[in-house]
């Protein structure tokens, strides 16, 4: 069975760092790009970042809204994909998701973790 | 920057059918998903590649994406179809964008 488990989300004030996890099983997690995606408190989704398998590059992509203060990593070793979020911003306060995104997949999340909830206030 | 829109909200009623459009300059030239979001859940995909339905997503659910707009169709609408959705259009240069979600009501 696939799973993703996002961990490290909470209570950060503005202007500081967090580091969220996402532990997958299941699949073999190497052969994958993985996905980080928001949601705002009653809003829609909002894409973050992907990055690809080492197979294709290993690369990662940020939306505009966040490039510069993001960084997303995996250690294949561990099965783990990363988010690093630097200067928080009180807007970044959202459920975060992390998403498996097939390569060849035409852009399509097809496995959702349940999401941990950051929340960014002094 | 690239950007999709959708109507905020549909009704239907049981057993009817649903449609909902996402509508972007040029989305038929792009590969577009539809998710599912119920109250309090992790979104669920339930059209890839345009039209394409994951195992396990009911026949019902149907889309298409030509010219300007894409559309997810639900047939047969059943009152478990109540929820968000939300249609997101991926190609090599606009990396992904999500439209604002569609609430469907079965009334």
């Known amino acids: 069975e696939v799973q993703l488990v996002e961990s490290g989300g909470g209570l950060v004030q503005p202007g500081r760092s967090l580091r969220l996890s996402c532990t997958v099983s299941?699949?073999?997690?190497?052969?994958?790009?993985m996905s980080w995606v928001r949601q705002a408190p009653g809003k829609g989704l909002e894409w973050v970042g992907f990055?690809?398998?080492?197979?294709?590059?290993?690369?990662?992509v940020y939306a505009a809204s966040v490039k510069g203060r993001i960084t997303i990593s995996r250690d294949d070793s561990k099965s783990i994909a990363y988010l690093q979020m630097n200067s928080l911003r009180t807007e970044d306060t959202a459920v975060y998701y992390c998403t498996r995104a097939p390569e060849g997949g035409y852009g399509m999340f097809d496995y959702w973790g349940q999401g941990t909830l950051v929340t960014v206030s002094s | 920057s690239y950007e999709v829109t959708q109507p905020p909200s549909v009704s239907v009623s049981p057993g009817q059918t649903a449609s909902i459009t996402c509508s972007g300059d040029k989305l038929g030239d792009k590969h577009v998903c539809w998710y599912q979001q119920r109250p309090g859940q992790s979104p669920v995909v339930v059209i890839y590649?345009?039209?394409k339905r994951p195992s396990g997503i009911p026949e019902r659910f149907s889309g298409s994406n030509s010219g300007n707009t894409a559309t997810l169709t639900i047939s047969g609408t059943q009152a478990m179809d109540e929820a968000d959705y939300y249609c997101?259009?991926?190609?090599?240069?606009?990396?992904?964008?999500f439209g604002a979600g569609t609430k469907v009501t079965v009334l």
């Open positions: 590649q345009d039209s």
């Open positions: 299941g699949f073999t997690f190497g052969d994958y790009a």
């Open positions: 990055i690809r398998s080492k197979g294709y590059g290993g690369t990662a």
């Open positions: 997101q259009a991926w190609d090599s240069n606009i990396a992904y964008v």
